[in-house]
T-cell receptor, first 111, second 114 residues
Framework: RKEVEQDPGPFNVPEGATVAFNCTYSNSASQSFFWYRQDCRKEPKLLMSVYSSGNEDGRFTAQLNRASQYISLLIRDSKLSDSATYLCGVPSGAGSYQLTFGKGTKLSVIP | DTEVTQTPKHLVMGMTNKKSLKCEQHMGHRAMYWYKQKAKKPPELMFVYSYEKLSINESVPSRFSPECPNSSLLNLHLHALQPEDSALYLC?????????????FGPGTRLTVL
């Protein structure tokens, strides 16, 4: 299994839809997980961090399944402004700061 | 708005040039990172500095030379680069230690090597 794998996408969804992305990881010792969004030609920006079973912030919910080693990101009531690439980041080294990213999932929200 | 700044935003250089990328953060973080990102790929870790000491070098060619003058600054010196080194170079910082070690990225320097 690759260190961090994400749904390949692209996901094209209408405004108002609910969409979910998955991210699987191989390092069972990882304690924290991160979702970043990256707009075209911009830097990754932290969307959510997950340390326990899950985290919720408005329309965004991240869930962690340690037994199956995956995290998911759920976006409810999609907005046009949610269109971006979503990167999953997982610490993979001996120190918590060696972050490995998945290839990202591209989301396009269409009117 | 990001609290990690990077200069320059864009850089075009020839294969014989020497240039430097600069990164600065004022969040009191003690870990700083350089990543390289090619188009449609995820960021790839290059170097990690922890408490101003190089702690991780991901087998990066010697034409890339990092430097951490103090806890707020991180430089990346470039010399004799190849066209395939053209990419977005991202700097990030984080607090060191603890489960909440979130990395925050700067806006990046878009490098083109001719």
């Amino acid at each position: 299994r690759k260190e961090v794998e994400q749904d390949p996408g692209p996901f094209n969804v209408p405004e108002g839809a609910t969409v979910a992305f998955n991210c699987t990881y191989s390092n069972s010792a990882s304690q924290s997980f991160f979702w970043y969004r990256q707009d075209c030609r911009k830097e990754p920006k932290l969307l959510m961090s997950v340390y326990s079973s899950g985290n919720e912030d408005g329309r965004f919910t991240a869930q962690l399944n340690r037994a199956s080693q995956y995290i998911s990101l759920l976006i409810r009531d999609s907005k046009l402004s949610d269109s971006a690439t979503y990167l999953c980041g997982v610490p993979s080294g001996a120190g918590s700061y060696q972050l490995t990213f998945g290839k990202g999932t591209k989301l396009s929200v269409i009117p | 708005d990001t609290e990690v700044t990077q200069t320059p935003k864009h850089l075009v250089m020839g294969m014989t040039n020497k240039k430097s990328l600069k990164c600065e953060q004022h969040m009191g973080h003690r870990a700083m990172y350089w990543y390289k990102q090619k188009a449609k790929k995820p960021p790839e870790l290059m170097f990690v500095y922890s408490y101003e000491k190089l702690s991780i070098n991901e087998s990066v060619p010697s034409r890339f030379s990092p430097e951490c003058p103090n806890s707020s600054l991180l430089n990346l010196h470039l010399h004799a680069l190849q066209p395939e080194d053209s990419a977005l170079y991202l700097c990030a910082s984080s607090q060191v230690g603890g489960i909440t070690d979130t990395q925050y990225f700067g806006p990046g320097t878009r490098l083109t090597v001719l």
